[in-house]
């Protein structure tokens, strides 16, 4: 058994946030199906490296997904969606505002056939408003939540990051939304439509700037890699040419830090008995922890930090996970068979339970795959297949 096994779940987005909330709910056993338009798929098949013409990210963000290509345009697509819905949970989709409700497949005509339907709609800026019918990706929503302006050197540009950030946090907040609404179909089995703008999940994580500047009327800064609530905070270089990163959020810990690299007369300074009046002596602190960690390789600050009980962790690329104890110890690391590719390593679900297990069953499927086994499941023989695929409804 798996924890949402028996609930079924429409994939009508693209790109990222919504196909990705999709793929979390599959990683906890949801059956998902996703609809794609018969000759202009999701462009994340497109996106990132490929290997012998296989999109390697798709391979990870379809997995656990049946791939269906339906033309919601024409009406034998808006028929065979619409059956589609009538079996389903949930329907995930991220057109403009107002493009389902033209297409005769808004939440009034999906209810209609299906009280108890979720549908999640996943927009740069939400469906109401004056930014409703714009184009929205996650970058803008870096941009707008104040993510970009607090990120980056004090004398840098506000800083972006090089992958899809907003749209990963907004995918976690649609997944939890999609699930708080199931939970209210519990009590009287109505579904209800829910509205994420990507623009809100990332402000979210942001902690209290909009608080800060209502009662401070004074904005975070761009610190790089340092903290304005504590100190010694940063990544720091070491003697064999690796990076490890430092945080001393809790006063003990920063304190134990300041005794391992031999400079306990800082710790005893009156300033440093605060987190704020630290990150004002973040130079004087940095240059302590720093030329202590140069003199030493990435393992000899490993194991002295974590004799100190002290908190540290090394800077990792791609190679260090696959290697790490503490990830193989979690599972973290999945390999899966592929059938293009043979077997193959991606990031696993994002937790584990101790009786129901989250798991990949198989990996990015190509486009249209499962038509003909999805459609004919809703009860279309051969000949109607046949015939809308000659006619360009579906592939």
């Not at 409703?132 to 970058?139: A, E, V």
């Not at 339970?353 to 989250?358: C, F």
Request: charge should be negative; proline fraction near 7%.
């Amino acid at each position: 058994m798996t924890p949402l096994d028996g609930l079924r779940v429409i994939d009508a987005s693209t790109l990222f946030a919504g196909p990705m909330a999709a793929m979390h709910l599959g990683d906890m056993g949801a059956e998902v199906v996703k609809v794609e338009h018969p000759t202009k798929p999701d462009p994340a098949r497109g996106h990132g490296p490929s290997k012998d013409g296989q999109n390697l990210w798709w391979k990870t963000l379809g997995r656990n997904k049946r791939t269906v290509a339906i033309d919601l345009h024409t009406a034998d697509g808006r028929e065979a969606f619409l059956r589609l819905a009538r079996t389903a949970d949930v329907v995930v989709e991220n057109f403009r505002p107002g493009t389902l409700e033209r297409w005769g497949l808004g939440y009034n005509e999906l209810s209609a056939e299906n009280p108890g339907l979720v549908l999640a709609r996943v927009t740069g800026f939400g469906q109401i408003g004056p930014y409703r019918s714009r184009p929205g990706f996650g970058t803008l929503a870096e941009a707008m939540s104040g993510f970009a302006a607090a990120t980056g050197e004090p004398d840098g540009p506000p800083t972006l990051p090089p992958f899809g950030l907003a749209d990963g946090i907004a995918s976690l907040a649609t997944a939890y939304a999609i699930m708080t609404a199931l939970h209210a179909r519990d009590r009287d089995g109505r579904g209800q439509e829910v509205d994420v703008a990507i623009i809100e999940p990332i402000l979210a994580m942001l902690g209290p700037q909009i608080t800060r500047w209502d009662q401070l009327a004074t904005v975070q800064p761009r610190t790089g890699n340092r903290s304005a609530n504590n100190a010694p905070r940063n990544t720091y270089r070491t003697a064999d040419g690796s990076w490890v990163a430092v945080s001393t959020s809790a006063q003990s810990i920063a304190e134990r830090v300041m005794t391992l690299v031999g400079r306990p007369d800082l710790a005893a300074e009156p300033w440093f008995a605060s987190g704020s009046s630290r990150a004002q002596h973040a130079d004087q602190l940095d240059e302590a922890v720093g030329s202590w960690i140069a003199q030493r390789t990435r393992d000899e600050v490993i194991e002295a930090f974590e004799a100190a009980q002290a908190a540290v962790a090394p800077v990792y690329d791609p190679s260090d996970i696959v290697a790490d104890p503490q990830f193989r110890a979690l599972g973290t690391v999945h390999r899966i068979h592929d059938p293009d590719l043979g077997d193959m390593a991606m990031q696993g679900p994002l937790f584990r339970m101790s009786r129901d297990e989250p798991t990949i069953a198989f990996t990015g499927r190509a486009h249209g795959a499962d038509t003909a086994e999805v459609l004919a499941s809703l009860g279309y023989t051969d000949d109607d297949i046949a015939r809308m695929r000659a006619e360009g409804s579906v592939a």
